[in-house]
């Protein structure tokens, strides 16, 4: 009888148990802890509002203006979008920056993976694969651009002299001059320069998947192509999501190797939307303008990122 009433025996009024029990107090120490929480968020939170927010609303504010640079913005409303609806040069930029996207997303992610695959598999000489592969990305782009400016020189370029060089001259091209080819060429440099940051994001993914799996599955009869279409693409699919929509924003924004390498050129046969951006902004001073440019490249940047993301998601948890 003892044991029964030490066990229903409730805490004193004042006590830490009490305390512990009153949603008063669980409330005012979770309003602590969120106060902690957001000291600690409050640096994270200033730079993203001063280098991302605050530029942001600012080139929204600028669109509805028309501004040189020197003499004060006038107010213009929403003549810059109706301008930039019926402007023949933005919409030739805008359809290369969504060909450019898609391929060099589609490019570097497959290729990526590709290579994941081969290096996880530990062929001969995988680190040295790995370090080859990944060494393009620690090259800065404006570097990488420059650098293949001079490979792909028409007359005295490595790789029209290579080409030479073994019987093969007939395939050496003007290859940033050409106006059906310059476009592709740069998209090959791309896929060069970016592949290595997708392949070591998805070999760390794919390393992390059990070998006991693998050898489950070798039992059953699955051959390499199943284990790979049936064991390491399921458990995957989360990074492999995440890694495509980060490859898709880069490729969206692309500016500088494109300009390193043609400035948008030949006849704008390269221009994106980042170069032609810089051209209003920089070369004419329509900032107002090239303003308007940047908050549709925003809301394009996320809606379509945004759209990729929650499609790639849908029916993920079911």
């Not at 009024?13 to 009490?18: L, W, Y």
Request: aromatic fraction near 14%; avoid cysteine.
């Amino acid at each position: 009888m003892r044991n029964n009433r030490e066990a229903t025996h409730t805490p004193e009024p004042g006590s830490s148990g009490s305390r512990m029990a009153l949603p008063g107090y669980r409330s005012k120490n979770r309003s602590r802890e969120q106060r902690v929480w957001w000291f600690f968020l409050a640096p994270a939170l200033s730079l993203l509002f001063v280098f991302m927010a605050w530029p942001l609303l600012q080139s929204l504010r600028l669109s509805l203006y028309q501004w040189k640079g020197l003499a004060p913005p006038r107010w213009v409303g929403f003549d810059n979008f109706v301008e930039l609806a019926s402007d023949g040069y933005f919409w030739a930029a805008l359809r290369h920056t969504a060909l450019f996207a898609v391929v060099a997303t589609f490019g570097t992610v497959t290729l990526g993976f590709i290579q994941a695959i081969a290096i996880s598999r530990r062929l001969w000489g995988h680190r040295v694969y790995k370090f080859a592969f990944y060494l393009p990305v620690m090259i800065p782009t404006t570097v990488a651009g420059a650098l293949w400016v001079r490979l792909l020189e028409p007359n005295y370029g490595a790789v029209n002299s290579a080409l030479n060089g073994v019987g093969l001259g007939s395939l050496a091209m003007p290859w940033l001059s050409d106006l059906h080819l310059s476009f592709w060429t740069i998209v090959g440099v791309v896929l060069w320069a970016s592949t290595g940051f997708p392949m070591i994001v998805l070999l760390a993914a794919i390393e992390a998947v059990s070998e006991d799996l693998h050898e489950a599955m070798t039992i059953d009869g699955a051959n390499p192509l199943e284990r790979v279409r049936h064991l390491v693409l399921p458990l995957i699919r989360p990074v492999l999501i995440s890694v495509t929509a980060l490859q898709l924003i880069f490729s969206l924004k692309v500016f500088d190797i494109i300009w390193v390498m043609t400035r948008g050129g030949p006849a704008e046969s390269t221009s994106v939307l980042g170069t032609y951006l810089y051209k209003m902004a920089f070369e004419q001073q329509k900032f107002g303008y090239a303003s308007a440019v940047a908050v549709v490249m925003f809301v394009l940047i996320f809606g379509i990122t945004y759209t990729y993301y929650k499609v790639s998601k849908f029916g993920e948890e079911a």
